[in-house]
């Protein structure tokens, strides 16, 4: 437990999330968290995978800030779109206003 509290500081410290063939052998991802608005929980994730032989450790640094980025981006929106499908009615809309 206590080697995956350093990972996880790590990853938060960092804003990102490596992993190597952790869920497919030979597969590299970077991933980082959507939250639903810049202090808002944590309600997804963005990756960007590939071989393992085309994600050295130089590629997944290059990748990082993109996948940060994209990530700040899905969260500015989050609560855009929810705010949409609460003036449209959707029953999903209601569920997350209860939370």
């Known amino acids: 437990m206590e080697a995956l509290g350093r990972k996880l500081d ?3 410290r960092r804003g990102y999330g490596v992993a190597i063939s952790e869920a497919e052998p030979g597969v590299t991802a970077v991933a980082a968290a959507i939250q639903s608005g810049p202090a808002g929980p944590v309600v997804a994730t963005v ?11 130089q590629r997944v640094r290059d990748l990082a800030p993109i996948v940060i980025a ?13 705010q949409g ?11 997350h206003r209860a939370a």
């Open 10 to 12: 790590t990853t938060r």
């Open 85 to 95: 499908a609460r003036r449209l009615g959707h029953t999903n809309a209601a569920r």
């Open 70 to 82: 994209a990530a700040a981006e899905l969260s500015a929106l989050w609560p855009l779109r929810l």
């Open 47 to 57: 990756s960007v995978a590939g071989p393992g032989l085309r994600m050295p450790d």
